[in-house]
């Protein structure tokens, strides 16, 4: 088959959607809370419910708050550790054209999670919309304020640096914090936060065939910096994507475990740089364009801030997701910054 290949800036956006996609229905938040099919066998076992944030069943129902992770993402932190256990993943920049990641978990508590780095206001937004508990090293003076104002439950390496949060003697700072879960649990518990409360359900579906154009390989730039090029390769035979940083696998430190993502949502927004260090104001309220990528292919639609969370919609319509993993790229749209994405059949 020939292949092509096809980049884009994410301002123009310039691919053709395709009209021809059926709608995934909505399913209730009761729906994805009640018991559900045992795929394996096919029968309906009552104690079997559904990962809220996951949509996988699970045979008891989940009551754990998620946790919200910031991940650093410079070469000298890889492989990181964890990462292959969230079941949501941001990948946003910081400044200049280095990203880190919001690692959210909820229905798989890594062992250990790092190495850890610091906050930022939009971050900590995003961490919101899940009523996640925060866990970051340091802060910009605007995320300081908003934790010190107690916007969001959090714990914070300059509190905690040598106890709840650890040094790695295998890296050097500020490439070597890192925070197990019963460090977390913990923190969580001298703090007085209330870890029993399980975020809102997203919706999942895996009925219907999704409709699109083929995309087996999709790579996204920031900035042209190859050192931060992410390429998303499907598995066909696992029906997930593998995730690569400058053509290196993004595995997990300590198990080797890679990263395999069911569901990539791609989404353009605007940022802007504000002050001398480079710290930016990205826009994670408005929506905007952006792509989804399931099962090996590719469509246009839009996304939207539902309650702190981005959610791809379609012909104004939430769409639901693949059971499993999401991580959600953000991509500039501004002049001067714009990001690209390409994809191969």
Known sequence: MLKRALIIALSSLTLVACSSDKEIKKESDKEAATPV???ETGVETEDMY??????????????????AVMVNNHPKARPQSGLSKADIVYEVLAEGDITRF????????????????????????LAKGYDSLYVAHGYSPEAKEMLMNGFIDDLNGIQYDGTLFKRASFRKAPHNSYITYEHIKEGADKNGFDMNR???????????KIKGEAANSVMISYNQNPLFNVVY?????EGRYERYSNGEQTIDYDSKDPVLVENLLIVEASHQIVD???????????????????DGKLRKVHWENVDGRILPFENDKPVSLRKGSTWINVIPSSPGLTGSVSYQE
Do not use: C, H
């Open 50 to 67: 559904q990962s809220p944030l996951t949509g996988v069943g699970e045979e008891n129902e989940s009551t754990a708050r998620s946790v």
């Open 233 to 237: 390769d499907y598995n066909e035979k």
């Open 102 to 125: 919001l690692a959210i978990f909820q229905s798989r508590m890594p062992k250990e999670v790092g190495p850890v780095r610091s906050a930022r206001d939009y971050y900590i937004e």
């Open 198 to 208: 399980p975020p809102k359900a997203l919706n999942f579906s895996d009925k219907g």
């Open 276 to 294: 001398d260090a480079g710290r930016r104001d990205i826009d994670i309220e408005s929506g905007g364009n952006a792509y989804l990528i399931q």
């Open 37 to 39: 099919v045992k795929e």
